[in-house]
């Protein structure tokens, strides 16, 4: 019989919780509350996102950001948690809320394709993890180069010899897909944090910031041995990605290819939590149509086609928001973001190709959907304090 952590506090052990149960009674001597002891669940195990979690208040009417930013900067307790945040009404199956040991977090609803599961947390704050995004305008026009070089589709009709300038129209033209990038730039550009939009982004394929080709030597002769033994170009390390020797690639372009950049990918996911995190608590109904527009655009104009393939499954039909607050569209592209880490060849391969081969899945990756090459799950106060700059009053 677990001891009553209600009237006895302190009762429970470390690895345990006190779950608390109320019943109704008339009776002035009876004990109308009792603390039971329960264990916290493991890496893999079923667990409930608890309602003291700024993700799971998202389902609520949110009347402002502040109480937002109170949840995101509250400490949920890991000590209590009442049973009638999930108490059933009368006739139905009693639910009790399991919480996910320390270092877990719980996916609750978020992931379509899992049930509510604790994960492992990508960690964040490292020497090479950086927890803190600088968005600068330089940043943000870095980033616009990768999106001018999107709508690449043929990435297996490779051209020998093809340069930085040579990159064709597959579908849409170039300048359509330029007109399209300076539209969502121009029109979420976050203006209170960075003042006026700079003007039209133009590919820089010239000068100190011209991008190398990702075949040529001076750009292949800067991997280190170590980037050179994986992928080369294609390597992508998000445990420690800012390790010169192990870390992330630097950028270069499929010049013979598609054209595009190698780190197209990230960039638009960063481009994306950037700009979203850091939009107006009310956007105008420009901002409303571009983003509106920004999955349909990417499921056709994405350079990988894999990825392009699952926008539908991984943004469309997660249901793109019809809200004119900010924070749902931050909100929106984060479990999006969240959605594809958890099925990403990087997630489950290790690697930026699964064919690839190089690396086995852990053994019993098979077994249980919490266990994965890499921990991918970023919970929603981890993302915040990365791409959020304006303080949310
Ligand atoms: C729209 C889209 C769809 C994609 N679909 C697929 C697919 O179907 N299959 C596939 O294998 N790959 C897919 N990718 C690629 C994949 O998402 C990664 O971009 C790629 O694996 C590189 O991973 P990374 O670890 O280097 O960084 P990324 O996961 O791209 O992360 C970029 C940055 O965002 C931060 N971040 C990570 N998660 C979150 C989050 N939830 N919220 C806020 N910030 C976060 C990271 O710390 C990092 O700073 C897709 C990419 C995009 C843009």
């Known amino acids: 019989m677990s001891p009553d952590c209600f009237r006895s506090p302190g009762a429970c052990e470390s690895d345990q919780w006190c779950q608390l149960e109320d019943r109704e009674s008339w009776a002035e001597t009876d004990n109308t509350t009792r603390g039971r002891c329960v264990s916290y669940q493991q890496l893999c195990h079923s667990c409930t996102r608890a309602a003291s979690d700024p ?53 609750g609803g978020l992931i379509p394709t899992v049930p509510a599961t604790c994960v492992l947390e990508r960690p964040v704050g490292g020497v090479d993890t950086p927890a803190v995004v600088q968005v600068t305008s330089a940043l943000l026009l870095d980033y616009g180069q990768r999106w001018l070089r999107m709508g690449a589709r043929t990435a297996y009709d490779a051209r020998v010899g093809a340069g930085l300038d040579d990159q064709l129209p597959q579908g849409a033209s170039r300048e359509d897909i330029h007109a399209a990038v300076n539209t969502i730039f121009s029109v979420l550009w976050p203006t209170h944090l960075l003042g006026p939009w700079p003007g039209d982004m133009q590919l820089s394929n010239a000068g100190p910031d011209a991008p190398l080709c990702c ?41 013979e290819w598609d054209g595009a950049y190698n780190d197209e990918n990230p960039t638009i996911w960063s481009t994306l939590h950037a700009l979203t995190f850091n939009l107006p608590d009310e956007i105008s109904e420009a901002q409303y149509s571009v983003l509106r527009s920004v999955p349909v655009f990417l499921r056709q104009h994405l350079s990988c086609s894999l990825c392009r393939s699952h926008i539908k499954e991984h943004l469309i039909d997660l249901g793109v928001p019809t809200s004119r607050r900010g924070i749902d569209w931050a909100y929106y592209f984060w479990r999006a973001h969240n959605f594809v880490n958890e099925q990403s060849e990087v997630t489950r391969c290790g690697s930026m190709d699964c064919q ?10 098979t077994l249980c959907s919490g266990v994965y090459r890499y921990p991918w799950f970023m919970d929603w106060s981890v993302a915040n304090k990365m791409w959020m700059h304006t303080p949310r009053h």
């Open 55 to 107: 993700s799971s208040a998202m389902g609520l009417p949110v009347q402002s950001k502040t109480l937002l930013a109170a949840l995101s900067v509250a400490t949920p307790s890991r000590s209590f948690l009442s049973v009638e945040d999930t108490s059933p009404t009368f006739g139905q199956y009693l639910e009790r809320p399991t919480l996910c040991a320390s270092g877990l977090v719980c996916t």
């Open 215 to 255: 075949n040529w030597n001076n750009y292949t002769d800067s991997l280190s041995s170590f980037q050179s033994e994986r992928q080369g170009a294609s390597w992508r390390n998000p445990m420690h990605p800012a390790n010169r020797k192990t870390g992330n690639a630097p950028p270069c372009v499929w010049c």
């Open 356 to 365: 690839w081969g190089s690396w086995n899945s852990p053994a019993d990756a």
